[in-house]
T-cell receptor, first 115, second 114 residues
């Protein structure tokens, strides 16, 4: 079965706090891709990162960082020094290589950053 | 600017009517997708198309139909057979059919059927 779990439904933090969004996935495929998307209130999903299953290096992009651990099937997303503009729903998604074009999205985590 | 456009942003229909949602992209992407999003849930795939004149059912295709007559356009028709059509509909595209590239999304259409 292919599945993505984002256990945190909603998170609230105060501006400048660090916050980590959890993502746990299930797949039998040995080759797969993982993604994070941001959905601001406007509704349009914004692509953040794509990572393949053979690359476990962590990645940092400005205040964003991603921790990929195959041993625990997790692909967590950390925002450092959060800002109000980070308030959005964040989706983790899985694309198994032999699954056609079917992305498997998690239910999303709603992040509210309070001033 | 390149991107995906969906129109209209908000759409209201009476129960029993078919309605067509527009999706156009000028990114020269081969693959296009339609998703449905319900409150508190992730995206669910309705249909996708890897090439002109070809499309495949996703997880929740019942009550929906699509066409892909042009590379840039992938309209979705919500038919009266769809039992619970009120939802947020998102169109997406990706650069390559059969690839593993990220999808780019349009702004969505919020459909309300009463």
């Amino acid at each position: 079965a292919q599945k993505v779990t984002q256990a945190q439904t909603e998170i609230s933090v105060v501006e400048k706090e660090d916050v980590t969004l959890d993502c746990v996935y299930e797949t039998r495929d040995t080759t797969y891709y993982l993604f994070w998307y941001k959905q601001p209130p406007s509704g349009e999903l914004v692509f953040l990162i794509r990572r393949n299953s053979f690359d476990e290096q962590n990645e940092i992009s400005g205040r964003y960082s991603w921790n990929f651990q195959k041993s625990t099937s997790s692909f967590n997303f950390t925002i450092t020094a959060s800002q109000v503009v980070d308030s959005a729903v964040y989706f983790c998604a899985l694309l198994p290589y032999n699954y056609g074009q079917n992305f498997v999205f998690g239910p999303g985590t709603r992040l509210s950053v309070l001033p | 600017d390149g991107g995906i456009t969906q129109s209209p942003k908000y759409l209201f229909r009476k129960e029993g009517q078919n309605v067509t949602l527009s999706c156009e992209q000028n990114l020269n992407h081969d693959a296009m997708y339609w998703y449905r999003q319900d409150p508190g849930q992730g995206l669910r795939l309705i249909y996708y198309s890897q090439i002109v004149n070809d499309f495949q059912k996703g997880d929740i295709a019942e009550g929906y139909s699509v066409s892909r007559e042009k590379k840039e356009s992938f309209p979705l028709t919500v038919t009266s057979a769809q039992k619970n059509p009120t939802a947020f509909y998102l169109c997406a595209s990706s650069i390559e059919a059969g690839g593993t590239y990220e999808q780019y999304f349009g702004p969505g259409t919020r459909l309300t059927v009463t």
